[in-house]
């Protein structure tokens, strides 16, 4: 009896967009997953013809999406390409741009700061993605000491946390909200389906699956 494929999904931004896309690729979540007054982590799917009933989806951290699919936990996820270049697994693979989930990693300081940063050879920065902040910064010649926070990351400048923020933005609202402005970008971040590597070449229903979300994504660019 073959091993119940595992596909993983992250809890936040990305997910209600990636439903309606799963749906049409035969990842179908029972009602239960809906209920959002369920502490479940773990859900049945939907039969379908590639991979019987044997799928299950589990809900998790962004982050750990990636952490659960890299080491084999789960075979399939989705997530932001923010992650899976944060993390740089060896056996992750993400084949597929699902063309949803679009914002941009941005680093972001306090408006009117009167720093140059031409003349900074070191900053304390916030942010919950410490090597890419530190990959940003040293391509300037700079040394970041990242201070790593999870969340309220608009928060540290104004208390002394650090100088600048590397963080998610999408409208920049939140930033103008509290006195931050945007000075430049790190990466343009869309969701992503990621794979593990090992599980690719070994399971067919692995496979199966990637062709189903490549060609969904197609149909939806050339419509």
Known sequence: MSRPLTFAVPKGRILDEALPLMARAGVVPEAEFHDKKSRALSFACAPNDIWGSDMR??????????????????????VGSDVVEEFAYPD???????????CRLSVAEPDGQSEDPARVSHLRVASKYPNLTRKHF?????????????????????????????????????????????????????ARLIVNRAALKTDERVAALVENFRALVSQQQAA
């Open 92 to 102: 992750l693979y993400a084949p597929v741009d699902l063309d949803i989930g679009h």
């Open 138 to 190: 040293e391509q300037k010649g700079i040394q970041a000491e990242v201070v790593k926070l999870n969340g309220a990351m608009e928060l540290a400048p104004g208390l002394g946390l650090a100088s600048r923020i590397v963080d998610l933005v999408s409208t920049g609202k939140t930033l103008k909200d509290n006195g931050l402005v945007e000075t430049s970008q790190i990466l343009q971040i869309s």
């Open 57 to 78: 989806l589990i809900r998790v951290r962004a982050f750990d999406v990636a952490t659960f699919v890299a080491h084999g936990a789960a075979q399939a996820g989705i």
